[in-house]
């Protein structure tokens, strides 16, 4: 009976390491999985936070540039004559759309330097005037935009660089 007494302890030691062991795993893979979601948690608040800071730089730097555009569009530059013979206020806004226009009134590209400006009216002002068979309105608004082209040469030449 002894020998059946210690066959059946036996038996009963190595379930109950086996029972031990399989708890021991099932903790340890709690706690893993525990700290696993832990540290995920981690980098998501993280994620979030970065992100948060991202938007929020973007945000400032979009309100800047905003803020830029409207000082930009309330400062006054000076007076010209437009091509209709009007006298307006140009801002700095303005500035480039209106040289574009003088430019393209004069049949040149918006790019072009102030003296290829100068000498292509020398060259084709007299093919535009009256007295050569050109017309009055016609030669009005070329002879505003070169006016206008040379009063912005003249601010541009004026302004510390």
């Known amino acids: 009976m002894s020998l059946v007494l210690l066959l059946f302890l036996g038996l009963a030691a190595v379930l109950i390491g086996l029972i031990l062991s399989y ?31 991202a938007y929020a730089r973007a945000a ?3 309100q800047q540039a905003n803020r ?6 309330r400062i006054r530059v000076g007076e010209v004559f437009d091509l209709d ?7 700095l806004d303005q500035l480039s759309t209106f040289r574009t226009r003088c430019c393209l009134e004069l049949d040149l590209n918006p790019s072009t330097s102030w003296s290829e400006i100068r000498q292509q009216w ?17 030669w009005l608004r070329k ?7 040379a ?10 660089h």
């Not at 020398?122 to 017309?135: E, I, N, T």
Request: net charge positive; charged share 30%.
């Open 143 to 149: 002879q505003r935009a070169y006016e206008a082209l």
């Open 23 to 53: 708890g021991a795993w099932i903790m340890t893979w709690w706690i893993m999985d525990h700290w696993t979601e832990a540290a995920r948690v981690k980098i998501r608040a993280e994620r979030l936070r970065r992100d948060a800071e």
């Open 60 to 62: 400032a730097t979009a």
């Open 122 to 138: 020398r060259r084709r002002s007299m093919a535009w005037h009256p007295d050569h068979g050109g017309s009055l309105d016609v």
């Open 151 to 160: 009063q912005l040469n003249r601010w541009q030449s004026n302004q510390p």
């Open 68 to 73: 830029a555009r409207a000082r930009r569009a």
């Open 85 to 91: 013979g009007k006298r307006i206020a140009l801002t």
